[in-house]
C-alpha cells in the first residue's frame, strides 16, 4: 500500500489524469506533483475532443519514491 | 455469518444432491447479466452521473457488514441514528451519505435505503426484517411447484432468496431505478469471486470489465450475489461478454487494469495480483485461461465489512471514483466513516468434549474461520490507511518540498472521524454474549430484533469519535438517541 510522488514537468499548463480516471473532475494542472501507489502510473492529457495527445509512464517503487516525468506528445493523438 | 440457519443449509445440500441429479442433461442456465452497447463514463450506474455531495470538501462513508437478519437490522438502526443527526441546511446525515457499501445481509438494508431513503425504513422493518425469511424460503423450495422449478438448470437455488427478495422489496427494481433517483448514497454491493477468491465489487467498472450493463441488473439479483452463503445457496453467476464489440472502441484492457497489472509483483503486490484478475475480466474469452462466467457468493468469504472498495477509492487513483489525488490536492478535507460489524461470535461448547465435531460443525468452521480472518483484516488495513499512510505519505512529500500537500494530508488525518459499531464495544459481557450469540439467518426473534434497533444508534452514540465528527460536520442530534443499558436491558439471554 505504499504511496510516492510523480512530478510533471510538462507540458505546463494541460490537465493530466492518472490511470485512465478521466472522469476526475478535478485533475492538477501541469506543472504539478501527484500521490501515486507504489507500481507503474500512466499520466496523460486529454484534448477537448476527448483525445490523449501526450503521455508518460513512470514506476514508482522503494527504490524510486519520486520520479520526475516530462509527457512525450501522442501523434496521432488517441481517441479515450 | 455464524450459524447461517442449519436447516436453510441442510436443505442446500439435499436440493443440491438432488438437482445435480436431475439436471445433468442440459445447460440452459439463467443469464442474469446483459451485455452493454457502448463503454461511456458518462453512461451508467457511476459515481461521476451522480450529482456532487451537498458537503462539499466532506466524504461521508458507511460500510455495513454481513450477518442475515442481524446484519440488516444493526445497520438499519444506525441509518436511523443518522437520521436524528442535523446540519446546519436542514439535511440529516443520512441524506448525506455519499457511498454505501455493504456485505450479504448488510447489503438488504443497504440497497433498500439506496431505493428508498429515509422513507423507506418503516417497510424495511416490516416486511423483511421482521418476516421469517428462512421459513419462506424453505416453503417456496420445497412445495411442488419449487421443487419443480429447481429440478431444472434454469432455476438456482440462489432464486429463492432472488424470489423473495422481489416479493418483499425490490419489486424487480434494477440500478437504473437508483440512477433515476438522481441521488447519493453511492451503492457498492459487495461479493466474492469464488474462483479468484477476491472481493467483487457490484460497480459499472467491473461490469464495463465483462462487457455488461449494471443499470439493467436486478438490485434483487445484486443483494442475492453479495448474499450467497455457500451450499446453502448456489453462486450467482454473471456471464463475461468479453471481448465485445463496445470494448473495440476504447483502449482495451483499461489503462487502469493495464497499469495495475503491468506493476512489478515486488514494487506493489496487491495492485499487481488486483490487476492480474481484472485483466482476465476484461479478456473474457481470450483469457488463459478464458473467462466465460464470473460465480459470485458471499462477500463476506473475501471482505465481510465491506471495506475492500472504499478502501480502493482512499488509497489508489483508479477509476471512480478514487480520492487519493482529491485528498491530496485538499479538495477533500474531512472523512467520516462509519463502520458496522454485526460480526457474531456464537458460543461454542466444542472445545468442551474428546468428540471429533460433526460435517456441519467442520463445514461451518471452514467458511467462519476465513470470515473473521478477513473481517479482522480488512478493518485494521481501513484503520492503517486513514492514520498511518497518510502521515508517511507527508513525511515523504516534506522531504521533496511539497510542504502544501503535505499539509493537506496531515489535515485530512485530524479530520478524519471513524465511527466503528461493533458488538465489541459493549462493555457489559453478558450483553456482549447475548448480541453476539444472535444467529446468522434470515430470521430473527422479535425481541432481538428489539434490541438490534436500539443497540445501533447506542453504539453510535456511544462512539468517542462520534462527538468529534458531529462537530466536524457541524451537526446536531435531534431529540436523543438510546443508551446501550437501554438494548442490553431487552436483549434476550443466550
Known amino acids: 500500500m505504499p504511496n510516492g510522488t510523480v512530478t510533471v514537468t510538462s507540458p505546463a499548463g494541460h490537465d493530466v489524469y492518472i490511470n485512465g480516471n478521466y472522469a476526475e473532475p478535478d485533475p492538477p494542472t501541469i506543472p504539478c506533483t501527484l500521490l ?44 479515450l | 455469518m455464524k450459524t447461517v440457519s442449519r436447516a436453510l443449509l441442510v436443505f442446500g445440500a439435499l436440493a443440491l444432491t438432488a438437482i445435480t441429479t436431475l439436471s445433468l442433461t442440459s445447460c440452459a442456465y439463467p443469464v442474469r447479466n446483459q451485455p452493454i452497447a457502448t463503454l461511456a463514463p458518462n453512461q451508467g450506474y457511476r459515481w461521476a452521473n451522480l450529482p456532487a455531495g451537498r458537503l462539499g470538501d466532506t466524504l461521508v462513508f458507511v460500510t455495513a457488514s454481513g450477518g442475515g437478519t442481524r446484519a440488516a437490522a444493526l445497520e438499519l438502526s444506525v441509518l436511523e441514528g443518522l437520521q436524528q443527526i442535523k446540519l446546519p441546511s436542514g439535511d440529516s446525515l443520512a441524506d448525506n451519505i455519499d457511498v454505501l457499501s455493504s456485505v450479504s445481509g448488510g447489503s438488504v438494508t443497504a440497497a433498500y435505503f439506496a431505493l428508498k431513503g429515509t422513507e423507506g425504513f418503516p417497510e424495511l422493518e416490516t416486511n423483511f426484517i421482521r418476516k421469517d425469511g428462512v421459513s419462506a424460503i424453505l416453503l417456496a423450495g420445497l412445495n411442488p411447484v419449487g421443487l419443480a422449478k429447481l429440478s431444472t438448470p434454469k432455476y438456482e437455488r440462489i432464486d429463492l432468496l432472488i424470489d423473495y427478495l422481489d416479493k418483499a422489496l425490490f419489486h424487480h427494481q434494477t440500478f437504473s431505478d437508483l440512477l433515476a433517483l438522481h441521488r447519493r448514497p453511492y451503492l457498492v454491493l459487495n461479493a466474492a469471486d469464488m474462483v479468484d477468491g477476491v472481493p467483487f465489487a457490484e ?17 434483487s439479483t445484486a443483494v442475492a450475489a453479495s448474499a450467497a452463503f455457500p451450499v446453502a445457496l448456489s453462486p450467482v453467476t454473471y456471464k463475461d461478454y468479453s471481448p465485445c464489440l463496445a470494448q473495440a472502441k476504447v483502449p482495451w484492457p483499461p ?36 473467462t466465460l462466467d464470473v460465480h459470485l457468493l458471499d462477500g463476506g468469504i473475501a471482505d465481510n465489512l465491506g471495506v475492500a472498495e472504499p478502501f480502493r477509492m482512499l488509497t489508489t487513483n483508479e477509476p471512480q471514483p478514487a480520492f487519493l489525488n482529491s485528498v491530496a490536492q485538499g479538495h477533500i478535507k474531512k472523512i467520516v466513516f462509519i463502520l458496522i460489524n454485526a460480526r457474531s461470535f456464537a458460543s461454542s461448547t466444542l472445545d468442551q468434549s474428546p468428540a471429533p465435531p460433526g460435517m456441519l460443525d467442520m463445514l461451518f468452521a471452514s467458511i467462519d474461520a476465513g470470515v473473521d480472518r478477513t473481517t479482522f483484516g480488512t478493518a485494521a488495513r481501513l484503520r492503517t490507511a486513514l492514520t498511518e499512510q497518510f502521515t508517511a505519505d507527508a513525511a515523504n512529500l516534506r522531504k521533496i518540498r511539497q510542504g502544501a500537500m503535505a499539509d493537506n494530508l496531515d489535515a485530512i488525518r485530524n479530520n478524519t472521524h471513524l465511527i466503528e459499531i461493533d458488538f465489541d464495544a459493549i462493555a457489559n459481557s453478558a450483553c456482549r454474549r447475548n448480541f453476539h450469540n444472535i444467529p446468522t439467518s434470515w430470521t430473527a426473534q422479535a425481541k432481538q430484533i428489539d434490541a438490534l434497533m436500539l443497540l445501533g444508534k447506542a453504539l453510535l452514540a456511544q462512539s468517542p469519535e462520534f462527538p468529534l465528527a458531529l462537530n466536524a460536520i457541524k451537526g446536531h442530534v435531534a431529540g436523543s438517541l438510546p443508551n446501550v443499558t437501554d438494548a442490553c436491558a431487552i436483549v434476550p439471554p443466550s
Open chain 1, 36 to 79: 501515486v501507489e507504489y507500481g507503474d502510473n500512466l499520466l496523460e492529457t486529454v484534448t477537448l475532443s476527448r483525445r490523449v495527445d501526450f503521455r508518460g509512464t513512470a514506476t514508482v517503487n522503494e527504490a524510486n519514491p519520486n520520479v520526475t516525468i516530462a509527457l512525450a506528445p501522442v501523434v496521432p493523438s488517441e481517441r
Open chain 2, 203 to 219: 460497480t459499472q467498472e467491473n461490469f464495463d470489465l465483462l462487457c455488461s450493463d449494471l443499470a439493467s441488473l436486478k438490485l
Open chain 2, 255 to 290: 489503462p487502469w487494469v493495464t497499469a495495475d497489472a503491468g506493476s512489478s509483483w515486488y514494487d506493489a503486490p496487491e495492485r499487481t495480483d488486483r490487476g492480474r484478475v481484472k485483466t482476465a475480466y476484461a479478456l473474457g474469452a481470450r483469457a488463459a485461461p478464458p
